[in-house]
């Protein structure tokens, strides 16, 4: 049990890493592409790579007599909604403002698994997950890039934390009907249909010749490779895997650790500034997301 509670938390740790790394990649695609682009073939190769897998017998599919009303639900909260709530809720807030709105996943999550799971957290984990969102917070807000933020922006990502918070919880509660590559090929599949259909409708007459020029460009596929096959298939397996075994207030408590792999990409990648007030809070978060996973250890 210990050994599958460290593997657990392992997966959580290395998915959130992973996703860290997503906006270099992100940022070397939009050079090239339109967003919609982006996230509809990342999605589509990420499905047409699961279809692989599992057509040479890598992993196993078996959807017959499991329920299947709130595995397709986390499918369209995550990765759907999420992707289409923060693609929109970015564009149209500042980067302080998008960035503290979206570190509040952990505390949502933190009340959605009391009411819906019956998984309370202790105060410990609550101390230290305020610990994190305090930090991430004040990075934002010193990052902030100077651009106004609108009511509908602040909705939409306000609607991306609840479906962060809504996938996590369901991910954890269909972990007793199916494995974690079973979840992931739903969310793919759902995924791939709706982003698909929604860059089609999103860009009309533009579609093909937008998608001509990104599929021209060795820059969009070397991001291509990460988002679809790290970010997306390796990072959702491994998450998924992760609320398999650990609890979703451990496991969402990761996800803070973005911001700190973002700001240390900026740094050793990018060749960024790091301030003494970046170093600190980046400090803080790591402390955070250690003392809530601490307390479960020692409980258990």
Known sequence: MKNKLILG???ALIANIIFGFSFLFSKLALGVAHPLIIISVRFTVAFLILNILWAFGVFKLNFKGKPKGKILLMAVAQPLLYFIFELYGIDKTSSAISGVIISLVPIAVIILSALVLREKPTFIQIIFSLISLVAVAIISIFSNDGNTSSPLGIVLLLGAVICAAVFNILSRSESAHYSPFERTYIMFLVGTVGFNIIALCGLGGNYTSQLITAVQSSNFWWAIVYLSILSSIGAFMLYNYATSIIDTVRAAS??????VVSVLAGLFIMHEKL???????CAFII?????TNLRIKNKE
Do not use: R
Not at 254 to 259: A, E, G, M, Q, V
Not at 287 to 291: C, I, K, P, Y
């Open 254 to 259: 990761f996800s803070n650790l973005i911001t």
């Open 275 to 281: 301030s003494a007030l970046q170093i600190v809070c």
């Open 9 to 11: 938390t392992l997966g």
């Open 287 to 291: 402390l955070g997301v250690f003392g």
